[in-house]
């Protein structure tokens, strides 16, 4: 659906059999994308049912196989890959022929370095919003408390946030809960990191924030 994107923005492939008579096999190889992320997709776009379209004056159906959500992870010009399959078919004694699709090229650039931030992690691309529950708001010494960060957003959510440093805390791995989906053709959701945080020391501490830094390629810029 894009020529042309920056690395981590999302590329939306969609493939289509063409057939003139009821076929009896199937796609055997799905495009490989060797140079992409890739999240499989399933909503009202890519339906089972077959549709019937008018090419070059003849009547053909078609169908939608599922729908690929590819995020570059470098630039280059990238290759999709192609669909493969293998087809019977009745009007020719059931002779089985192969079919293969074109394979897809999107030209990816790196969003720009003038105004870069530092900190940022190339590929976190989207739109983004945090937000930090803690609980409860009072503990002992070398005890922890839960820090419940959330993640939303559109585009591939990022795995890592940059967590903030102070004397006598301790964050330990968290936990983590998502759920994904497509919103409008782009894949987004929620994805929630559960940190037990530790404290050496008494007193009334200041946890600072959680960041995540991040490109929109809507409006070019760099947020945080």
Not at 55 to 80: C, D, M, N, Q, Y
Not at 137 to 158: F, N, S, Y
Not at 189 to 200: C, E, L
Request: proline share 7%; glycine share 10%.
């Amino acid at each position: 659906d894009k020529p042309s994107v920056v690395v981590g923005e999302q590329v939306t492939l969609r493939c289509y059999v063409y057939f003139r008579v009821e076929h009896r096999g199937g796609i055997d190889r799905s495009p490989t994308a060797p140079d992409f992320m890739r999240i499989d997709l399933h909503d009202n776009l890519a339906a089972d049912g077959k549709i019937m379209t008018a090419i070059a004056g003849k009547v053909w159906f078609a169908r939608a196989l599922p729908i690929t959500a590819l995020f570059p992870l470098r630039s280059g010009e990238l290759h999709t890959g192609v669909a493969k399959g293998e087809f019977r078919v009745p009007y020719l004694r059931n002779r089985i022929v192969e079919r293969v699709s074109n394979d897809a090229v999107v030209h990816v650039t790196e969003p720009r370095l003038t105004d870069r931030p530092p900190g940022y992690v190339p590929g976190t691309v989207g739109q983004f919003r945090l937000k930090a529950e803690v609980s409860p708001r009072q503990t002992r010494a070398g005890e922890a408390v839960a820090v419940k960060v959330t993640l939303r957003g559109r585009g591939a959510l990022p795995n890592r946030l940059s967590l903030p440093e102070g004397t006598g805390v301790e964050w330990l791995s968290p936990e983590k809960h998502e759920q994904v989906d497509l919103q409008g053709g782009e894949v987004g959701g929620w994805r929630s990191f559960g940190y037990a945080v530790r404290f050496d020391k008494p007193g009334r501490i200041a946890l600072g924030k959680v960041r995540l830094i991040f490109y929109d390629p809507r409006s070019a810029q760099y947020r945080t």
